[in-house]
């Protein structure tokens, strides 16, 4: 298969370059942001091969491709100046409001991710199952590394989740992958142990794990991207290398953890699961079930 080409033809089908405000994809779908989807001609984009089908959800030009989806979209990036800007996803039809903007930057935050996801989970349960047949020792070397290899992922996930959301959101991933990092750091997990009452420059602190940390994240790249494209307006050119990111950390690590997180506890303990339970375990288990995927993405199942 020529990706190149299909490439091509599918830009030219979407009005060509100029028609595209933004691209990403997810595990299945090409999906742009398009200046005037009537330009767009969608029979003509269903008949390629590879092509399963065309979906205009959300403000999005979605091209359902399957499992070569990678393959298209590295072809079309390597040939083409498609911008994956998050500024540029206002798209001139206004079409997309606000509940759009979140679930596009949730998604685009967590589709880059999905394969070590998918490959940890996979192997997380292959160790599960190699340790119940007693096929490994669980106290072992072996299993130890296996082990690590699965978790790592999960456990380091807050750093992974600063650096694609930062991505996303058109800014430096490196700052948002270390303002993660600083709250998995063991000067700042030492304080869980701690017994006295914390304070940061005078104000309360409630010091919690960050480990598997994905909401609060998500909240604090979102005000990290604006601070930073401030930042590059208000501060000399000759001094942004080094003042930018540092203004950026010694703003966003404290406003996470006095903030963002302590509202992300807010949000996983207000959603009442002890009160629902007492009201009707099976009203809640119903509830609960189709509201859970939605739990997972924001972190706070």
């Not at 991933?173 to 940061?200: C, D, M, Q, R």
Request: charged letters at 15%.
């Amino acid at each position: 298969m020529n990706y190149d080409n299909l490439g091509k033809e599918i830009i030219d089908l979407v009005g060509g370059e100029n028609n595209i405000s933004s691209l990403e994809h997810c595990a299945t779908r090409l999906r742009f942001v398009l200046k005037d989807t009537d330009q767009a001609d969608n029979s003509k984009i269903n008949e390629l091969p590879k092509v399963l089908q065309v979906v205009e959800q959300g403000g999005q030009f979605q091209i359902v491709i399957g499992n070569d989806v990678a393959n298209v979209y590295d072809a079309i990036v390597k040939n083409y100046s498609i911008g994956q800007t998050y500024a540029k996803e206002e798209n001139e039809s206004g079409k997309r409001n606000i509940i759009n903007i979140i679930f596009s930057y949730i998604s685009g935050t967590f589709s880059p991710l999905l394969p070590a996801l998918a490959g940890s989970g996979m192997l997380k349960a292959l160790v599960e199952i190699l340790k119940s047949l007693n096929w490994i020792n669980d106290k072992g070397a072996t299993f130890a590394i296996l082990n690590a290899t699965s978790n790592a992922v999960f456990y380091f996930l807050p750093i992974f989740i600063g650096m694609s959301a930062s991505k996303k959101l058109n800014v430096n991933p490196y700052i948002g992958g270390v303002i993660a990092a600083s709250l998995l750091e063991p000067s700042f997990t030492n304080l869980l142990k701690s017994e006295e009452n914390l304070t940061f420059i005078g104000l309360p602190l409630v010091v919690t794990d960050f480990a598997s940390t994905v909401f609060s994240l998500l909240i604090a790249i979102a005000i990290y991207a604006p601070l930073e494209r401030l930042l590059k307006r208000w501060v000399p050119k000759v001094l942004q290398l080094f003042l930018v990111p540092m203004l950026s950390l010694i703003i966003m690590v404290p406003l996470t953890v006095l903030v963002f997180d302590p509202f992300s506890e807010y949000v996983s303990s207000g959603i009442g699961i002890d009160y629902m339970l007492g009201f009707s375990r099976i009203l809640t288990g119903i509830i609960i079930a189709s509201f859970w995927p939605f739990l997972v993405v924001l972190g706070v199942h």
